[in-house]
């Protein structure tokens, strides 16, 4: 039997592959969500990440809810979308070198999941209370390819000016590194990408790395992603300032 917490917006941590509880989670989730919904997923490029994100959609469906599914995306791109689109709630696996699987839920705001309705969706589970439909009645799964794009058309809607900067950026290992070259080009920044790597089961370069390699590049600023978080550094590897928002990373770089 699974048993859920929220730990920083987790709903679902592994070290092994089960996928049977990933299609309960799911059947959950949409038993709490309620049928006739629609919920928006991603994931990153881990193969695992994959293959539960698929399992959390068939228990989805099977309780009636429609699927957006943006496939390999930053978690940040799916939260800016939940509300963009009316989704009723987000759902973001990726796998990490300390709890493995790993599976976020956001609300409809694209915030973290308040603790009331991982409660909830725990009793459901417990219960195996699962709102099930008919073949006729399930939930739709519809790929959304271009999220990836309408985040940077969105972001430079926002915010808009170009700049002169050499950026160092740590993308750990996550699909951040796909959306960095779009981005920064946008703005004219330069950049250099380290742990860029996508897919596979690589540890990250550590932090200490990174700080040598911006120390000896002669870059503007170092920028470390990490999950939610975003850390600014100065070309001495100095922290400067952390966000939790690409915007108000940006807004402050455009008064640099």
């Given at each position: 039997m699974i048993v859920i917490k929220?730990?920083?917006?987790?709903?679902?941590?592994?070290?092994e592959y089960k996928p049977n509880e990933c299609v309960d989670l799911g059947a959950a989730v949409g038993t709490w969500l309620g049928a006739n919904n629609m919920i928006l997923?991603?994931?990153?490029?881990?193969?695992?990440?994959?293959?539960?994100?698929?399992?959390?959609?068939v228990g989805l469906a099977?309780?009636?809810?429609?699927?957006?599914?943006?496939r390999l995306v930053p978690s940040m791109v799916v939260r800016a979308e939940i509300k963009k689109h009316g989704m009723g709630a987000g759902i973001y696996v990726r796998y990490s070198v300390q709890n493995g699987v790993e599976i976020l839920l956001y609300d409809k705001n694209g915030e973290p999941a308040k603790e009331d309705a991982v409660n909830k969706i725990n009793s459901i589970l417990k219960r195996r209370?699962?709102?099930?439909?008919s073949i006729e009645e399930l939930g739709?799964?519809?790929?959304?390819?271009?999220g990836i794009e309408d985040f940077v058309?969105?972001?430079t809607g926002q915010i808009s000016y170009n700049k002169?900067?050499?950026?160092?950026?740590?993308?750990?290992?996550d699909p951040v590194a796909m959306l960095v070259p779009p981005l920064f080009e946008k703005y004219g920044f330069k950049y250099t990408l380290f742990n860029e790597l996508v897919a596979g089961y690589n540890i990250p370069k550590p932090k200490e790395d990174f700080i040598s390699n911006l120390r000896k590049g002669k870059y503007d600023y170092g920028i470390r992603f990490l999950d939610e978080n975003i850390e600014l550094y100065d070309g001495n590897g100095n922290m400067v300032e952390k966000f939790n928002k690409v915007v108000s990373l940006l807004e402050y770089l455009?008064?640099?």
């Open positions: 929220v730990i920083e917006m987790m709903i679902y941590t592994a070290r997923t991603g994931r990153d490029g881990k193969p695992v990440s994959r293959l539960l994100r698929r399992a959390m959609t099977g309780s009636g809810v429609t699927v957006l599914d943006m209370e699962f709102h099930r439909v739709t799964i519809l790929y959304y390819p271009n058309k969105m972001t002169k900067l050499n950026i160092y950026v740590d993308a750990q290992d455009r008064g640099k």
